[in-house]
C-alpha cells in the first residue's frame, strides 16, 4: 500500500520543497547615487555618479556598486537610516568597502536587524560616498525594489516612482 503511495508522497514533498525555495529568493534593491543638493559654494565639490544594489538573503545583505567622476578621492562609504527618499539620516554602522579614488566599486556585507530590514523595504535605507572635498556626502542614493527602469519621455512606474510629497497649503 505504501509502495503504491510513495510516488505521490514524493512529489508532494518536491512541491513542498520547490515552493520553500522559490519563496526564500533573495530580494534585490537598488540605488542611483548623485551629488547631493548644492548651492554656488559647493557646485565644483559635488560631482559624479554611481549605481549601487543591496541582495537580501534573508537578513544578510550584500552591496554592490560602482562610481564615477568625482571631484576629488572617495574617503568613506556608509550605510545610513532616514525618515525616507530624499531626507538626510543617521548612520546604521553597516560597514562598506570602497575605492579610494575619483572612481571605483563599493562593496560589503553584513546582517541587518528588524528596524533597518523594514527600512529597506520602505525606501529609507541609502548609501552615502564621502570625498575629500565634500566630506559630508558627495554622492547619496536610496534603495528601492529594483526594477526595470524607464527609457527617456516614458514615465516611471512601480516602486521607483515616488510620488510628490504632500504639502499642506494655506
Known sequence: MLLKRLPVLLLAAGLVLMGRAASAAPEKYQAYLSPMPHNDATLDNLRGKGTATI????????????????????????????????????????????????????????????????????GKLYLQINSQKAPEGNLWGWFLAENEVAGQDVPQKGPLYIPPFAVKTK
Request: aromatic share 2%.
Open 55 to 122: 541582495t537580501l538573503d534573508g537578513e544578510t545583505m550584500s552591496i554592490a556598486g560602482t562610481f564615477a567622476g568625482l571631484s576629488s578621492p572617495a574617503t568613506t562609504a556608509r550605510l545610513l537610516l532616514s525618515a525616507g527618499p530624499g531626507i538626510p539620516g543617521k548612520t546604521v554602522g553597516k560597514e562598506v568597502e570602497l575605492t579610494t579614488d575619483v572612481s571605483g566599486k563599493v562593496s560589503g556585507q553584513g546582517k541587518l536587524d528588524a528596524a533597518q530590514l523594514a527600512a529597506l523595504k520602505s
